[in-house]
Nanobody, 116 residues
Framework: QVQLVESGGGLVQPGGSLRLSCAAS????????MMWYRQAPGKERELVAT????????NYADSVKGRFTISRDNAKKTTYLQMNSLKPEDTAVYYC?????????WGQGTQVTVSS
């Protein structure tokens, strides 16, 4: 079955960095775009970044452009989210996502807390 397992979250000070990982299994990883979403307390889940399956082209939410970088390693079936210059407003649970029509699959999430 499809499994997405996130790791790498934690507590970091403003201005710091974290790298999230999402290990995938149970589907054709190479053939599918991968996404990172986040959900802050009391807010709706929002799309943070997307990496395509083909050329690895990327797209970002305006709020993270220039600070976050999404990438993928098809040999390891893993997606990454490098987060730099973190701000308190980046505090959220971060989720890995793949869309295998007609279903969406999610990992369990990893907590990122940015606080001094």
């Amino acid at each position: 079955q499809v499994q997405l397992v996130e790791s790498g979250g934690g507590l970091v000070q403003p201005g710091g960095s974290l790298r999230l990982s999402c290990a995938a299994s149970g589907f054709a990883f190479n053939s599918n775009p991968m996404m990172w979403y986040r959900q802050a307390p009391g807010k709706e889940r929002e799309l943070v970044a997307t990496v395509s399956n083909f050329r690895g082209s990327t797209n970002y939410a305006d709020s993270v452009k220039g600070r976050f970088t999404i990438s993928r390693d098809n040999a390891k079936k893993t997606t990454y989210l490098q987060m730099n210059s973190l701000k308190p407003e980046d505090t959220a649970v971060y989720y890995c996502n793949v869309r295998l029509y007609p279903f969406d699959y999610w990992g369990q999430g990893t907590q990122v807390t940015v606080s001094s």
